[in-house]
C-alpha cells in the first residue's frame, strides 16, 4: 500500500479513535471531528425485503431484466419503500482507491490511476463489463480528471506510489484509447478540485503540497495551447473543499482543512475571488450540488448531518433538512427528476442512501447498497442509473466491486405500476 492512500486510512482511523474519547468525556475538541457511532443501519432498513426483490434477478448484469421481473410482478410493501434498488455488476479488472470516473460522450465510463496505478478501465453499461484501455504514463491517485468540449479527458496532479506529487498532466482520447502528454501545472499538488468553465478552460484550485500544506493559488488550462496559466489566489487556502460551477459561470468553493464554514467566489471574467456568506457550520469531505433552480445543496461532512442551500442571487446560506446520517466521503448526484442521491460515503458506513427533495427540503432513506464502495465516486449514467465501483471495503481494503441504482417501479394499492 502506498503512503498517499495509507496516510488517507491513517487519518479515518484517527478519526475513529478520537470519537471513542470524545464518547467518554476524555477530548472535548474530538466531539467536533469525529462521525457519532450511530449504529449503521436504523430499524426501518429493508435490506431483506431488497434482497427478496434482488433475487427475482435472473438475468445477466448487463440487462435489465431483473427491474423488468419487478416492473411486473413485485408489488410488495418494500417495494414501495426502495424508490432505488441497487445490484452488483461487472467488477473492475482490478482494486482501487482514489481514482477518478468519468462519463464520456459515447456513454462509457473511464476510470484512471487510484492506489498509485497507472491502468485504466472502461465501463460499457450495456453489458455491465470493464475492458482495459490505453495506461497512464504515471501512475496516480489523488488526480483529478475533467471532461473537456472537446470529449478527450484531462487528467491533473495527484501522486504517485512512494508520496511523490506530480505536476504532469495527461489527455486522454476515447476514439484511440491513448493517453498523450500536455502541458504541467505550474504546481504539484493533491486533493484539489478541477473544474470545467463555460469558456472551455479547466481551473484548478487548492489542494496540498508537501508536508501538507494546504494550497491558496489556483491555475488555468486552455485545451487549445495545452498549457497552464497562474490565476487570482484564493482568500483562503484549502483542501478537501468543494468547487461548483453556478449558472452564471463563476465558481462556488466551500469549507475544506483550513477553510472552515468559508465560502468563496471566483470570477472567471476578471480572475479574482471574492469572498461570500460562511456556512452554517465548518464543512470537511462534504458534497456540493448545482441544483436546478441555481441554489447549491452542500450536506455532509465529517461528523457532520446538517445541510444548507445557497443562494448565488443574495450570497446567502439557508439551513435545509439534515441528512438521517454524518456522511463524509460521500457521492452526490443531481438526478434527471432534480432529487439529488447521496450514498456511498464512510465511516461508519451506510448502506442505505438518501435523496434530497429540493421541493420538500427534506431527506428520506432509501435503498441499501449491495456492496460496500466507500469513497467511491458516482457517476449518472445516460440510462438514468448510478454506477460505484472501487473504494474500500468495511475493513479498509481496496476493492473491485461495482454496483449500479435504479429508480424502482412504483405501484398503486391494486399492484399496478404507475410508471
Not at 475571488?273 to 450540488?289: D, E, F, N, P, Q
Request: hydrophobic content about 40%; proline content about 4%.
Amino acid at each position: 500500500m502506498n503512503r498517499l492512500t495509507q496516510s488517507k486510512k491513517t487519518a479515518i482511523l484517527l478519526v475513529l479513535i478520537a470519537l471513542t474519547l470524545a464518547c467518554f468525556g476524555l477530548s472535548p475538541q474530538a466531539r467536533a471531528v469525529d462521525p457519532p457511532p450511530d449504529g449503521g443501519y436504523p430499524n426501518q432498513n429493508t435490506a431483506e425485503g431488497e434482497d427478496a426483490l434482488f433475487s427475482l434477478t435472473t438475468g445477466a448484469d448487463n440487462t435489465a431484466t431483473g427491474f423488468d421481473v419487478l416492473d411486473s410482478n413485485t408489488t410488495g410493501s418494500d417495494n414501495a419503500l426502495a424508490s432505488w434498488m441497487w445490484r452488483a455488476t461487472g467488477s473492475l479488472l482490478t482494486t482501487r482507491y482514489n481514482h477518478t470516473a468519468t462519463l464520456l460522450n459515447n456513454g462509457k465510463v473511464l476510470v484512471a490511476g487510484g492506489s498509485g496505478l497507472a491502468t485504466a478501465e472502461l465501463y460499457n453499461p450495456a453489458t455491465g463489463t470493464w475492458a482495459s484501455t490505453g495506461n497512464l504514463s504515471t501512475g496516480r491517485e489523488l488526480h483529478t480528471a475533467t471532461l473537456l468540449s472537446t470529449g478527450k479527458v484531462l487528467v491533473a496532479g495527484g501522486g504517485i506510489i512512494g508520496g511523490g506529487f506530480l505536476a504532469s498532466t495527461e489527455l486522454y482520447d476515447p476514439v484511440t484509447g491513448t493517453w498523450t502528454a500536455t502541458g504541467r501545472i505550474i504546481t504539484k499538488r493533491l486533493n484539489h478540485t478541477a473544474t470545467l468553465l463555460s469558456n472551455g478552460k479547466v481551473l484548478v484550485v487548492g489542494g496540498y503540497k508537501a508536508g501538507y500544506v494546504a494550497l491558496r493559488n489556483a491555475e488555468l488550462y486552455d485545451p487549445v495551447s495545452g498549457t497552464w496559466t497562474a490565476t487570482g489566489p484564493l482568500t483562503t487556502a484549502r483542501y478537501y473543499h468543494t468547487a461548483t460551477l453556478l449558472g452564471d459561470g463563476r465558481v462556488l468553493v466551500t469549507g475544506g482543512h483550513d477553510g472552515g464554514a468559508s465560502a468563496e467566489l471566483y470570477d472567471p471574467a476578471t480572475g479574482t475571488w471574492t469572498l461570500t456568506g460562511s456556512m452554517s457550520a465548518g464543512r470537511v469531505l462534504h458534497m456540493a450540488t448545482l441544483l436546478p433552480g441555481g441554489q447549491v445543496l452542500a450536506a455532509g461532512g465529517v461528523a457532520l448531518n446538517s445541510a444548507e442551500l445557497y443562494d448565488p442571487a443574495t450570497g446567502v446560506w439557508t439551513v435545509t433538512g439534515s441528512l438521517n446520517y454524518s456522511r463524509f466521503s460521500a457521492a452526490a448526484i443531481l438526478l434527471p427528476n432534480g432529487n439529488v442521491l447521496v450514498a456511498a460515503g464512510g465511516f461508519p458506513f451506510h448502506r442505505q442512501a438518501e435523496l434530497y427533495d429540493p421541493a420538500t427540503g427534506s431527506w428520506t432513506l432509501t435503498g441499501s447498497l449491495v456492496n460496500n464502495n466507500v469513497g467511491a465516486p458516482g457517476t449518472l449514467l445516460r440510462n438514468g442509473k448510478v454506477l460505484f465501483e472501487g473504494g474500500l471495503d468495511t475493513s479498509g481494503a481496496p476493492t473491485a466491486t461495482a454496483q449500479v441504482g435504479s429508480r424502482a417501479p412504483s405501484f398503486d394499492g391494486r399492484g399496478t405500476n404507475r410508471d
